[in-house]
C-alpha cells in the first residue's frame, strides 16, 4: 500500500515552455502534499506543500507565480514549472500524507520526474 | 527559521563495522523524525523514523536515538553490508526539512 506515482518521469522541453507534473496517491487519500526538487548530488530541498482544496504554502525563496500548484482532489497535485529555463532543470519530487493515518507524519515519495529544459 | 544539519557528509567503513550519522535540528516543537535512504536516481526510501515519545528506536540493524534535550538524532547501522552504500538523509521537523546527506561507502 502507500504508492506515490509521478508523470512524466522525464521531460525535455524548450526555453520559456511550461511543464506540468502530477503526483498521484494510488490507494490512499491525501490531504497534504509536498513538493521537493534535487539537484545532482545535493539534498532534496523543500518548495511547497499543497493542500487540498486550499491554495499552496510557498517555502521562502520560491516563486510561487513561477512554481504553479494545484491540490484539486485527495488524490492529485500538480506542479506547473512556467515559461521554464535552463536553470529549472532539476529532479522533481513529491510526496504525499496518508489522510486516513491521522496524526501519522509518515511521508510517501513519488519515483520523482527529471526535467531538462534546453 | 527551521535548520537542520547532518553531519559527516560522507562517511566510508569496512564492511562489518558500524556507521553513525547525526543530525541535529532547531525546531524544539519537532515530535517527528525520519531516516531516509536514496540510491541514485530514485526516490527518498523510508528505513526508519521515531516519535518524540521514545529516545531510541530499532529495526534489525538499524537504530536511531533522539535526544530531545539536545534537539539532536542519530542513525546507527550495525553490521554494515555493501547494499548499504547509499545517501541517506535526516528531515525535521515533521519530516519535512532534509538534511544535507550523508554519502555512505561501505569498504569490502
Known amino acids: 500500500g502507500a504508492v506515490v506515482s509521478q508523470h512524466p518521469s522525464r521531460v525535455i522541453c524548450k526555453s520559456g515552455t511550461s511543464v506540468k507534473i502530477e503526483c498521484r496517491s494510488l490507494d490512499f487519500q491525501a490531504t497534504t502534499m509536498f513538493w521537493y526538487r534535487q539537484f545532482p548530488k545535493k539534498s532534496l530541498m523543500l518548495m511547497a506543500t499543497s493542500n487540498e482544496g486550499s491554495k499552496a504554502t510557498y517555502e521562502q525563496g520560491v516563486e510561487k507565480d513561477k512554481f504553479l500548484i494545484n491540490h484539486a482532489s485527495l488524490t492529485l497535485s500538480t506542479l506547473t514549472v512556467t515559461s521554464a529555463h535552463p536553470e529549472d532543470s532539476s529532479f522533481y519530487i513529491c510526496?504525499?500524507?496518508?489522510?486516513?493515518?491521522?496524526?501519522?507524519?509518515?511521508?510517501?515519495f513519488g519515483p520523482g520526474t527529471r526535467l531538462l529544459v534546453l | 527559521g527551521e535548520n537542520v544539519e547532518q553531519h559527516p557528509s560522507t562517511l566510508s567503513v569496512q564492511e562489518g563495522d558500524s556507521a553513525v550519522i547525526k543530525c541535529t535540528y532547531s525546531?524544539?516543537?519537532?515530535?517527528?523524525f525520519p531516516w531516509y535512504k536514496q540510491e541514485l536516481g530514485k526516490r527518498p526510501q523510508l528505513i526508519i523514523d521515531i516519535r518524540s515519545n521514545v529516545g531510541e528506536k530499532k529495526d534489525q540493524r538499524i537504530a536511531v536515538t533522539l535526544n530531545k534535550t539536545a534537539k539532536h538524532f542519530s542513525l546507527h547501522i550495525t553490521e554494515t553490508q555493501p547494499e548499504d552504500s547509499a545517501v541517506y538523509f535526516c528531515?525535521?521537523?515533521?519530516?519535512?526539512?532534509f538534511g544535507s546527506g550523508t554519502r555512505l561507502s561501505i569498504r569490502p
Open positions: 528531515a525535521a521537523p515533521r519530516g519535512r526539512i
Open positions: 510526496s504525499a500524507r496518508d489522510f486516513s493515518a491521522g496524526e501519522s507524519e509518515t511521508q510517501y
Open positions: 525546531d524544539s516543537a519537532s515530535n517527528y
